[in-house]
C-alpha cells in the first residue's frame, strides 16, 4: 500500500500549456504539502495545507494553484508552463502535532517543459 | 532569509568506512532537526531526527550530532554500505520543515 502517491510520475508538455498534478495519501494525515526540487536536488517548500486549509504559500507564482478537496488530497495545478517549472515535484504529508514533524514523502513527479 | 546548507555538495567513500555528513544552519529558533536518504527516483525518506535540546542521538548504525553554538548538525554512518549510497538532507524545522541543498554520498567497493 502507497502511502503518499502521486500522479503522474513523469509529465513532459509544451511552454504556455496547462497541467495539474494530483497526490493522495492514505495515512489519515492532517497537514499535506507540495515541495519542488531543481536539477541541483534542492527541495523548496512551495505550499503546505492543514485540513484543506492553506497554511504556506512560500512566494509561488500565481500560476501555481493548490487545491484541497478534502484532507487526504492534495493536487497541484500549474497553468502557462514556463520552462523554469521543469522540476520533480513531491506532495508530503504528516499528521497534526508539536511532535509530528517527520514528513512522508511521494515518489515524485517530474516535469519537462520544452 | 535564512536557510539550512550544507559544507559538502559530495562526497566518496569506501565501503566499510564511516561516513560523516555536515550541515550549517542559519535560524537559531528552529527547534527539530530531521536527516533524509534521498535514493534515485524516489522521494526522501526519514532517517533520523534530533531535537534542540540534545546533543546527540543514534540509531541504527547513524548517528546526530548537533552542535547549537555553532550552528552546525551533522551525520555519522557506521561500516558504510553501497546501499547508503544517496543523497542526504537536512532538514530544520522553523515556519515548517526546510532543507538544505543536500550531499551525493558515493559509496566505492
Known amino acids: 500500500d502507497t502511502a503518499v502517491s502521486q500522479t503522474p510520475k513523469y509529465l513532459v508538455t509544451q511552454m504556455g500549456n496547462d497541467k495539474s498534478i494530483k497526490c493522495e495519501q492514505n495515512?489519515?494525515?492532517?497537514?499535506m504539502y507540495w515541495y519542488k526540487q531543481d536539477s541541483k536536488k534542492f527541495l523548496k517548500i512551495m505550499f503546505s495545507?492543514?485540513?484543506?486549509?492553506?497554511?504556506i504559500n512560500e512566494t509561488v507564482p500565481n500560476r501555481f494553484s493548490p487545491k484541497s478537496p478534502d484532507k487526504a488530497h492534495l493536487n497541484l495545478h500549474i497553468n502557462s508552463l514556463e520552462l523554469g517549472d521543469s522540476a520533480v515535484y513531491f506532495c508530503a504529508s504528516r499528521p497534526l502535532g508539536s511532535g509530528a514533524n517527520v514528513l512522508t514523502f511521494g515518489a515524485g513527479s517530474r516535469l519537462t517543459v520544452l | 532569509g535564512e536557510s539550512v546548507g550544507l559544507h559538502l555538495p559530495t562526497l566518496s567513500v569506501q565501503e566499510g568506512d564511516n561516513s560523516i555528513i555536515n550541515c550549517a544552519y542559519s535560524n537559531s529558533a528552529s527547534d527539530y532537526f530531521i536527516w533524509y536518504k534521498q535514493e534515485s527516483g524516489k522521494g526522501p525518506q526519514f532517517i533520523i531526527d534530533i531535537r534542540s535540546n540534545m546533543d546527540k542521538r543514534q540509531g541504527q548504525r547513524v548517528t546526530v550530532l548537533l552542535n547549537k553554538t555553532v550552528k552546525h548538525l551533522s551525520l555519522q554512518i557506521a561500516a558504510t554500505q553501497p546501499g547508503d549510497s544517496a543523497v542526504y538532507f537536512c532538514?530544520?524545522?522553523?515556519?515548517?520543515?526546510?532543507f538544505g541543498a543536500g550531499t551525493r554520498l558515493t559509496v566505492k567497493p
Open positions: 532538514a530544520e524545522n522553523y515556519n515548517d520543515m526546510r
Open positions: 495545507y492543514n485540513n484543506k486549509e492553506l497554511i
Open positions: 495515512l489519515g494525515h492532517d497537514t
